[in-house]
């Protein structure tokens, strides 16, 4: 939720009600670069309006330049299935300069182009800055992946996997640097170009691209990383072990993260809760059982413990 954004449609006199409550909706998802993508159900349970009232509008909405909006293929949908989505910018004449470059890849707009191919101005009164936004707020041309020579050899579904895997570099806190995507671009040409070299990885978790097998189905013994083989409950029973041996909880779930795939650490991390739970309520059960202490032998100990 953006309550910038939020700010911005409330200030909009250019918006009727239905309007600026589809907006609203809208930047209820949106981040602060006015980049979201909230579903057709999402907007009907927020705003309370019927489907073709809320298409209508979204239509209008961007005719005039309040939104820009681009359907989306899923995975599912490139291999048949799955339905489209749509992805949303806010007040495009504002955001569009300031978006990463991933994010505009998907609108089809390249970073640092011409202030006439962005949409007009919406209005004074929800786009402040608009004045300030000289040629120089514009980024200059720089060097990056959209317009790295390697990069723009790849088609479009090569382009779009090799995103997908960036962003998930992203999620798993690892660098996203141009260099580095400089030197994975230099080893998926090293390798042989092939498509399954990037979906591996992404399967996989893996931090860098390895080389098929001459098959192309695996990756050879000498290049792919060890991998986790362990299941959950395997690891489970580890971490009653590390537990039993006086491991924190903290450190024992530290080391059973390092013997599976990073995919599966929030299902270990809910096993791991429930287990921790159960013995708590083991070790209330069994306080609750205990015979409780006379005053005489509490004395006692007190006295034996001086």
């Known amino acids: 939720m953006s309550i910038k954004i939020m700010t911005m449609v409330f200030k ?34 927020k705003t309370a309006l019927s489907k073709p009232t809320i298409i209508k509008h979204l239509k209008e909405l961007e005719q005039n330049n309040f939104i820009l909006s681009k359907k989306r293929n899923t995975k599912q949908n490139k291999k048949g299935g799955g339905r489209l989505s749509t992805i949303y910018i806010v007040y495009p004449q504002i955001h569009i300069p300031i978006l ?3 994010i505009l890849f998907r609108f089809d707009i390249k970073k640092g182009q011409s202030k006439e191919a962005l949409p007009p101005s919406q209005s004074k009164e929800a786009t402040p800055q608009n004045d300030s936004q000289s040629k120089e707020a514009l980024p200059k041309p720089s060097l990056s992946l959209f317009n790295h020579h390697l990069f723009n050899k790849l088609n479009k579904e090569e382009k779009d996997i090799f995103l997908e895997y960036s962003s998930l570099r992203k999620k798993m806190k690892l660098q996203t640097t141009l260099a580095i995507q400089e030197r994975l671009l230099k080893k998926y040409f090293e390798y ?17 691209f390895y080389p098929l097998r001459q098959n192309n189905t695996n990756v050879s013994k000498q290049s792919k990383p060890q991998q986790n083989t362990k299941s959950i409950a395997e690891v489970l029973i580890e971490y009653v072990q590390d537990r039993q041996k006086g491991f924190t909880q903290e450190i024992a779930t530290l080391q059973a993260k390092e ?34 202490e006379s005053d005489e032998d509490y004395v006692n100990r007190l006295m034996g413990e001086m």
């Not at 995919?263 to 739970?277: A, C």
């Open 192 to 208: 042989g170009r092939n498509i399954e070299i990037i979906q591996n990885a992404i399967s996989a978790n893996w931090r860098d």
């Open 259 to 292: 013997k599976l795939n990073w995919g599966m650490h929030k299902d270990l991390e809910s096993v791991i809760q429930d287990k921790e739970y159960e013995w708590y309520m083991q070790r209330r059960a069994e306080q609750q059982t205990k015979p409780k």
């Open 100 to 102: 990463d470059e991933d």
């Open 12 to 45: 909009d006199e250019n918006l009727d009600s239905n309007k600026k409550l589809i907006m609203l909706a809208i930047s209820d998802n949106a981040n602060d670069e006015g980049f979201c993508y909230p579903s057709l159900n999402t907007l009907i349970n």
